[in-house]
C-alpha cells in the first residue's frame, strides 16, 4: 500500500526504518498466502520505491506450512536485494487468543529442519556449542536463571526494557501481551506503568510452572505471553516450542562432542 504520499512523509518526518513482511518469494506463493490479487507486484513496487528514496528497510519472512519450500530463496532474496531479512518460524495466536492461524505452523521437525540447513542458523547454533565449551556463557542464561531463581513468571524482559502503545491508546507490557493491558484514557503513564510491573515483571510463577526446570530453555523460544494469549493460561505450555528446544540441544551437545575431541 506504499505510495509517493508515504514516501514525502518519510522525508519529511524520517524513520528509523521501515519493517515489512515478505509473505513468499514467488508471485503465486505470496498471493495464496494474502489472497489479493497483485499484491505481490504491488509489494515489490514499495520496496523499489523505498530503495530509490534510500529509505532503511527490513524484510521478515514469516515461515509457514505454505511458503515453506521457499524458505531457502528468501535468503537468495536477502541476498540480492542487500537488506536484513528476519526469518521466523513462529507463528502465534491473534491478538483476541484465537487459535486459527495456528493451523498454518511448520511441525518441530520442519522448524528444526531450518536450523540445520540455513548456513546462518547452522552457524549461530555452532557457535552456542562453542561458548558453552570455552565457558562464555552458561547453560542457563543468566536472567532466566535469576528471574526463575526468584519464582517469576516471565523471564523475558516484558515490561521492563520496553513497554508498546496500541493505536486505542491501551500500554501493554509487550506485543503479544493484549490480554492483560492498561487503559490509558483511564489514567496516565506513571499509573500504566505500576500496573504493568505488578501484572509481568513482578508476577510470580507456581512451583509447577515447567519452564522453571529446564534444561533446554537456552534453545527454545518460550513466551509465557504467548502461553496466556493463546489458552488464558500462562503456564499452559505449547509443546512445540519443547520440541523444538530439544532438536536444538542435541544438535548442540553432539557439536560440544566433536569440539571436545579436537581439543
Same mark, same amino acid.
Given at each position: 500500500?506504499?505510495?509517493?504520499?508515504?514516501?514525502?512523509?518519510?522525508?519529511?518526518?524520517?524513520?528509523?526504518?521501515?519493517?515489512?513482511? $515478505?509473505?513468499?518469494?514467488?508471485?503465486?506463493?505470496?498471493?495464496?498466502?494474502?489472497?489479493?490479487?497483485?499484491?505481490?507486484?504491488?509489494? $515489490?513496487?514499495?520496496?523499489?520505491?523505498?530503495?530509490?528514496?534510500?529509505?532503511?528497510?527490513?524484510?521478515?519472512?514469516? #515461515?509457514? /506450512?505454505?511458503?515453506?519450500?521457499?524458505?531457502?530463496?528468501?535468503?537468495?532474496?536477502?541476498?540480492?536485494?542487500?537488506?536484513?531479512?528476519?526469518?521466523?518460524?513462529?507463528?502465534?495466536?491473534?491478538?483476541?487468543?484465537?487459535?486459527?492461524?495456528?493451523?498454518?505452523?511448520?511441525?518441530?521437525?520442519?522448524?528444526?529442519?531450518?536450523?540445520?540447513?540455513?548456513?546462518?542458523?547452522?552457524?549461530?547454533?555452532?557457535?552456542?556449542?562453542?561458548?558453552?565449551?570455552?565457558?562464555?556463557?552458561?547453560?542457563?542464561?543468566?536472567?532466566?536463571?535469576?528471574?526463575?531463581?526468584?519464582?517469576?513468571?516471565?523471564?523475558?524482559?516484558?515490561?521492563?526494557?520496553?513497554?508498546?502503545?496500541?493505536?486505542?491508546?491501551?500500554?501493554?507490557?509487550?506485543?503479544?501481551?493484549?490480554?492483560?493491558?492498561?487503559?490509558?484514557?483511564?489514567?496516565?503513564?506513571?499509573?500504566?506503568?505500576?500496573?504493568? /510491573?505488578?501484572?509481568?515483571?513482578?508476577?510470580? #510463577?507456581?512451583?509447577?510452572?515447567?519452564?522453571?526446570?529446564?534444561?533446554?530453555?537456552?534453545?527454545?523460544?518460550?513466551?509465557?505471553?504467548?502461553?496466556?494469549?493463546?489458552?488464558?493460561?500462562?503456564?499452559?505450555?505449547?509443546?512445540?516450542?519443547?520440541?523444538?528446544?530439544? $532438536?536444538?540441544?542435541?544438535?548442540?551437545?553432539?557439536?560440544?562432542?566433536?569440539?571436545? /575431541?579436537?581439543?
Amino acid at each position: 500500500m506504499l505510495g509517493q504520499e508515504h514516501i514525502e512523509l518519510f522525508q519529511e518526518y524520517p524513520v528509523e526504518l521501515i519493517s515489512t513482511t $515478505m509473505y513468499g518469494c514467488t508471485e503465486q506463493t505470496y498471493e495464496r498466502i494474502t489472497g489479493v490479487p497483485g499484491s505481490y507486484k504491488k509489494f $515489490m513496487n514499495a520496496l523499489e520505491l523505498l530503495d530509490k528514496n534510500n529509505i532503511r528497510y527490513e524484510l521478515k519472512y514469516v #515461515a509457514m /506450512q505454505e511458503n515453506f519450500d521457499e524458505i531457502y530463496q528468501a535468503r537468495e532474496i536477502e541476498k540480492k536485494l542487500g537488506v536484513e531479512m528476519i526469518i521466523s518460524t513462529g507463528i502465534h495466536p491473534m491478538s483476541d487468543g484465537t487459535l486459527s492461524p495456528m493451523v498454518h505452523r511448520l511441525t518441530p521437525d520442519q522448524a528444526f529442519e531450518f536450523d540445520y540447513k540455513d548456513e546462518g542458523r547452522n552457524a549461530f547454533w555452532k557457535d552456542v556449542a562453542r561458548q558453552l565449551v570455552e565457558g562464555e556463557i552458561e547453560l542457563i542464561p543468566d536472567r532466566t536463571r535469576e528471574r526463575f531463581a526468584n519464582q517469576c513468571l516471565y523471564p523475558c524482559s516484558i515490561a521492563n526494557q520496553h513497554v508498546f502503545v496500541t493505536s486505542d491508546y491501551f500500554l501493554q507490557g509487550c506485543v503479544r501481551a493484549s490480554y492483560r493491558r492498561f487503559d490509558l484514557r483511564k489514567g496516565d503513564f506513571d499509573e500504566g506503568w505500576k500496573f504493568l /510491573q505488578q501484572e509481568f515483571v513482578n508476577k510470580k #510463577a507456581s512451583n509447577n510452572f515447567a519452564c522453571m526446570h529446564c534444561n533446554d530453555i537456552r534453545f527454545c523460544e518460550q513466551c509465557t505471553a504467548n502461553f496466556g494469549q493463546a489458552y488464558n493460561d500462562e503456564e499452559k505450555i505449547d509443546d512445540f516450542y519443547c520440541k523444538v528446544a530439544k $532438536m536444538r540441544h542435541d544438535f548442540v551437545n553432539k557439536e560440544i562432542s566433536k569440539l571436545k /575431541q579436537d581439543m
